[in-house]
């Protein structure tokens, strides 16, 4: 037998020596391969989201739903969109002309006759558009219901939530109308219709962007409603009407806010569980090359559905107490987000990052949606407040140094600041009623009629010796 022929020769050897080296990369790479897999395709099990689910809505047939008659009118109307709506007013030159004084040269006097034919035109052409709301109105507000949900992330808006806010602009310009021809007593009906149909939206199960539609609109009607009454001087009737009207107008109430946000995690379960990265994101646009694959490899369900409750739960648990600490959970979790967003391209290194990019974005707006609706709540009853203290100055000639001695002549008590829970302030000095802001301390009115401001939230009284300072309650 030849040397070469031995088992022990060099080749065999080295052999020998490789395969062990060749079962452990193969091993290694087996499970890397399975890592690889679970890290890429493995979603996790559905997340406990029960406290998410919405209550049963009221079985309404759609003929019966007066709101769903109505969104399908708003769709139906000619009426352009908002920018077209607004281009055409500026053109016939439908400024506030309310509170100015009038000017009697002949020349302003011809300009201002042409000015409100061009704004009885421009009402005229739109009668049709504000007959479909005075017709609504007629109809009980307790049987009003959404005819769908639609998420405020989704760039298609339904027709009637983009015709709807045309609407709130067409009449700010019919009461401005009513106020240049004198007739009061209209005007301020018009304005707390308004309000009445922003609070009847707010309460019709709705999501953020319905809920939003329905403060702008109720907004819009406060803004109103301090023009009418300042643009005249109102009767001492009159304005108590606005105070009892007004109270019976609060909106929204806590639990419809908490309503929306499981309405809005409902509407994104339901894009998410079809595995659409674009529709999760609010997107309608056909899915391209790169997001598919994002959808495919990066956008897990039941990871991207607990990324979200992560955010909002907290927030939910907020809600539950009051509207500061719900504010505070939301601002918390938006500064996690900013934080996490930051990282660069870190925020890729994430095995479900698409499906965390969609979750964000769903979060997004918690803070805004929950101050606007504060916002609305705390301008209705520091409006109260307002025509209260009015009607002291009426009867007694004079502004009281306290809003206590507005109790129980003028208000049964003093409206609430839903920030504190305890009464609205007021600085007669400054003539100023206020809330105290996010900060949670009372700076003796000083800040701006503007919710996101850090200090006092702030409405001057509206007939102060400077009426440019009354005008600044609704940031003009």
Same mark, same amino acid.
């Given at each position: 037998m030849h040397a070469s022929d031995s088992p022990t020769s060099p080749d065999l050897e080295k052999k020998e020596r490789r395969r062990p080296w060749l079962v452990m990369g193969g091993i290694t790479l087996l499970v890397l391969g399975v890592l690889f897999a679970l890290i890429v395709w493995y979603d996790g099990p559905a997340p406990d989201d029960s406290m998410m689910v919405v209550p049963p809505s009221m079985q309404v047939a759609a003929s019966a739903n007066p709101l769903s008659e109505f969104c399908r009118e708003l769709e139906k109307s000619t009426v352009g969109g908002l920018p077209e709506v607004r281009d055409e007013c500026r053109y016939a030159?439908?400024?506030?002309?309310?509170?100015?004084?009038?000017?009697?040269?002949?020349?302003?006097?011809?300009?201002?006759?042409?000015?409100?034919?061009?704004?009885?035109?421009?009402?005229q052409k739109h009668e049709p558009f504000v007959a479909t709301f005075t017709k609504f109105l007629q109809t009980n507000a307790d049987t009003w219901q959404w005819p769908e949900q639609s998420s405020i992330r989704t760039l298609a808006s339904p027709g009637y939530l983009i015709k709807l806010n045309t609407l709130r602009y067409v009449l700010y310009m019919k009461v401005e109308m009513l106020m240049w021809q004198g007739r009061t007593q209209e005007a301020v009906t018009l304005s707390l219709d308004m309000c009445r149909l922003g609070k009847g939206l707010c309460g019709a199960k709705g999501g953020t962007a319905q809920l939003l539609a329905g403060i702008n609109m109720a907004k819009t009607g406060q803004?109103?409603?301090?023009?009418?009454? +300042?643009? /005249? $001087?109102p009767s001492p009737q009159l304005l108590r009407q606005c105070i009892t009207e007004l109270a019976a107008l609060e909106a929204p109430q806590l639990e419809a806010v908490l309503l929306s946000v499981k309405t809005d995690y409902q509407d994104f379960k339901s894009r998410v569980l079809r595995k659409d990265f674009l529709s999760a994101l609010g997107d309608g646009r056909t899915p391209g090359t790169?997001?598919?694959?994002?959808?495919?490899?990066?956008?897990?369900?039941?990871? +991207?559905? /607990? $990324?979200?409750?992560?955010?909002?739960?907290p927030v939910m648990e907020g809600l539950s107490k009051d509207w500061h600490a719900a504010i505070a959970a939301a601002s918390t979790q938006e500064s996690i987000r900013r934080k996490e967003r930051s990282r660069g391209?870190?925020?890729?290194?994430?095995?479900?990052?698409?499906?965390r990019a969609a979750a964000w974005n769903a979060a997004y707006g918690s803070v805004y949606k929950l101050e606007d609706s504060l916002g609305y709540l705390t301008r209705n009853r520091q409006i109260r407040l307002v025509l209260a203290l009015r009607l002291h100055a009426l009867d007694k000639g004079n502004l009281p140094p306290n809003l206590e001695e507005l109790i129980p002549a003028y208000l049964p008590e003093v409206p609430e600041d839903a920030y504190s829970g305890k009464p609205m302030l007021w600085n007669a000095a400054k003539e100023i009623v206020y809330a105290v802001g996010n900060d949670m301390r009372d700076d003796g009115g000083s800040g701006r009629s503007d919710i996101r401001n850090s200090r006092d939230f702030i409405m001057p009284y509206w007939w102060a010796a400077t009426p440019q300072a009354a005008g600044k309650a609704f940031g003009r």
């Open positions: 030159g439908l400024a506030s002309q309310a509170n100015r004084q009038p000017d009697t040269r002949p020349a302003a006097v011809k300009k201002d006759t042409l000015r409100r034919q061009q704004v009885e035109d421009f009402l803004c109103a409603l301090e023009h009418a009454l +300042t643009a /005249a $001087e790169g997001e598919k694959l994002i959808g495919t490899f990066f956008f897990k369900p039941n990871q +991207t559905l /607990a $990324e979200l409750l992560s955010h909002e739960l391209v870190l925020v890729f290194a994430h095995p479900n990052f698409g499906g």
